[in-house]
């Protein structure tokens, strides 16, 4: 099992261009989250996904939209990408109800955003 | 609303001596807690968690924590830290009744002298 993958793994943006980044997971898991992690500031939620088709916003969602169409794959995007938007953004996975909480972590991916 | 508090950002050991990492959550009802590790350049990894029973979670590679729940703390502690414990670590909480939302704290960087 590869786990949890995610592309790219590094970007460069200029303002207001457009991207997506792609998250998969092989393990079946029903739960899928985005958090971008700052330093000082730890990780914070960004969107997260209890199931195929389902989305919904976490503690900094403004400027990022997410989409779940298939159960092991889970898009982060940014329409216009903002300087602020710089920033290592990682993707979890977790089984769901009855092992709430244990979350896999992706790789990351490094965004820069000029 | 969940929060959870990391007093410190950086703490500087040698080797062999004794580890504690403050971690205290404010949060109105059941939570689950969790220690996460972040290993220089990899991604985050459970290093324990607590969900009920016994307060005293002991979790990989020797580290422990205590669910203190009048003190809305839940405290990493190992008696005897490594080189390779260089690593930053997340507190993170979760309420019961929070769609698996999980909120870290802002982590604390742990570096050890040889």
């Known amino acids: 099992n590869a786990g949890v993958t995610q592309t790219p793994k590094f970007r460069v943006l200029k303002t207001g261009q457009s991207m997506t980044l792609l998250c998969a997971q092989d393990?079946?898991?029903?739960?899928m989250y985005w958090y971008r992690q700052d330093p000082g500031m730890g990780l914070r939620l960004i969107h997260y996904?209890?199931?195929?088709?389902?989305?919904a916003k976490g503690e900094v969602p403004d400027g990022y939209n997410v989409s779940r169409l298939k159960k092991q794959n889970f898009l982060l995007g940014l329409e216009s990408a903002a300087p602020s938007q710089t920033s290592v953004y990682f993707c979890?996975?977790?089984?769901?109800?009855?092992?709430?909480?244990?979350?896999?972590f992706g790789p990351g991916t490094r965004l820069l955003v000029l | 609303a969940q929060s959870v508090s990391q007093h410190n950002h950086h703490v500087i050991l040698s080797e062999a001596a004794s580890l504690e990492l403050g971690c205290n959550y404010s949060?109105?009802?059941?939570?689950?807690l969790f220690w996460y590790v972040q290993y220089p350049g990899q991604h985050l990894q459970l290093l324990l968690k607590?969900?009920?029973?016994?307060?005293l979670v002991k979790g990989i590679k020797g580290f422990e924590a205590e669910f203190i729940k009048s003190k809305f703390s839940f405290n990493l502690r190992k008696p005897s830290v490594q080189w390779s414990d260089t690593a930053e670590y997340f507190c993170?909480?979760?309420?019961?009744?929070?769609?698996?939302?999980?909120?870290f704290g802002s982590g604390t960087r742990l570096s050890i002298r040889p």
């Open positions: 993170a909480v979760m309420g019961y009744s929070s769609a698996s939302k999980i909120i």
């Open positions: 949060y109105g009802g059941t939570v689950n």
């Open positions: 607590y969900f009920s029973g016994d307060p």
């Open positions: 979890a996975s977790s089984p769901g109800r009855g092992r709430p909480g244990t979350q896999y």
């Open positions: 393990m079946n898991h029903e739960y």
């Open positions: 996904s209890v199931g195929e088709g389902t989305t």
